[in-house]
């Protein structure tokens, strides 16, 4: 009778997983569509297909969730594992990102507001030209950049990704979101209003500069220096 069981366990487990590959498969696109060109499909799919695999051993219809929303989070949850993993992002990228994160910092430190664009080059001794050609290099920060503040060397995706958190990576986490919300609020409008339309609507760069009227280029230059400023203040 145990084989019997497990063997209808097994048998149970392998349709969840055959009849939810579609959702790896969306959830993985939807990703890829945000992150540099670096960042392979099949691989977010390969660690997709593992979270699924795992959500359908492990979920319990008695909990109330549905399985497709148990399993997204887990599907999601092991696609951002590899992301973080893979490290995508060259060194070279963090490395800007860390100059500009230090010179917002100093500029809106000294003048107890808003950093603008010509006081962050002067900072950085960079033409205004130049410093937006830097924002423009730093296109290549990973979506989840916004999440990853807390640390340069241990980014806070680790902890926002976890499939398994205890009490204290709980509070951890509300305590990173709750800065973070305060963080993107008091952004200046339009950076605000760039990470609302890519992130929550769903829009690219080129119909974010449709709503704004201002080139696809211009777009990648305020949300790199978006996320760099709330680098900056949750770090600061």
Do not use: C
Not at 150 to 175: C, M, N, T
């Amino acid at each position: 009778m145990r084989g019997l069981a497990r063997y209808r366990v097994e048998d149970e487990t392998e349709a969840l997983v055959s009849r939810h590959a579609a959702l790896v498969k969306r959830i993985a696109y939807h990703l890829a569509a945000r992150l540099p060109d670096s960042v392979r499909v099949d691989d977010l799919i390969q660690a997709g297909m593992l979270g699924l695999l795992e959500a359908a051993r492990r979920y319990d219809p008695a909990q109330g969730a549905s399985f497709t929303t148990f399993a997204e989070r887990r599907i999601r949850g092991a696609m951002l594992d590899e992301i973080r993993k893979g490290d995508w992002t060259p060194r070279s990228v963090h490395r800007k990102a860390r100059e500009v994160a230090t010179a917002i910092r100093a500029v809106e430190n000294a003048k107890g507001g808003e950093a603008r664009d010509p006081d962050i080059a002067a900072q950085l001794g960079l033409s205004l030209a130049d410093y937006h050609k830097t924002l423009t290099d730093l296109r290549g920060q990973k979506l989840l950049s916004i999440e990853a503040l807390e640390s340069d060397e241990k980014e806070g995706i680790e902890h926002l990704a976890s499939l398994d958190q205890g009490p204290a990576e709980r509070v951890q986490q509300e305590q990173l979101l709750k800065g973070l919300a305060a963080a993107i609020a008091e952004l200046p409008e339009r950076e605000r209003l760039v990470l609302s339309l890519y992130y929550d609507e769903g829009l690219n760069l080129k119909e974010i500069g449709a709503v704004l009227a201002v080139s696809e280029s211009r777009v990648s230059q305020l949300h790199s220096q978006a996320l760099v400023r709330l680098r900056a203040r949750v770090n600061g």
